[in-house]
């Protein structure tokens, strides 16, 4: 499967964004969706991750209650809803597709986009 973030830009702390993640050559509600973001000089981290059928999601402890997951089975489109933004949400943000394994490590997804980064600043 191929997948294709974007949504990235500068905003304001406090403002929202939502990134998409779209999918393409592979049946998308096979696939886990994940969402990792990498500051600069900083390792790559887990921040949201939805199930295949869209049941069960997942959040980092630094985003939880600010960010929301969400897929499109009709588009093969994975999002990330964020809101309240603050300046150490400034990062690339990739997203991520797994069959098979479990878990919030980076390792345990198989596909993953380019990334599409954003500023938060005033």
């Known amino acids: 499967v191929q997948l294709q973030a974007s949504g990235g830009g500068l905003v304001q702390p406090g403002d929202s964004l939502r990134l998409s993640c779209a999918a393409s050559?592979?049946?998308?509600?096979?696939?886990?969706m994940g969402w990792f973001r990498q500051a600069p000089g900083k390792e790559r981290e887990f921040v949201s991750g939805?199930?295949?059928?869209?049941?069960?999601?997942s959040y980092a402890t630094s985003v939880k209650g600010r960010f929301t997951v969400s897929r499109d089975f009709a588009k093969n489109t994975a999002y990330l809803q964020m809101n309240s933004l603050k300046p150490e949400d400034t990062a690339v943000y990739y997203c991520?597709?797994?069959?098979?394994?479990?878990?919030?490590?980076?390792?345990?997804?198989?596909?993953w986009g380019q990334g599409t980064e954003f500023t938060v600043s005033s």
């Open positions: 991520a597709a797994r069959r098979y394994s479990t878990g919030r490590a980076s390792a345990s997804y198989d596909y």
């Open positions: 050559g592979g049946t998308f509600s096979r696939y886990d």
């Open positions: 939805i199930s295949r059928d869209g049941v069960y999601t």
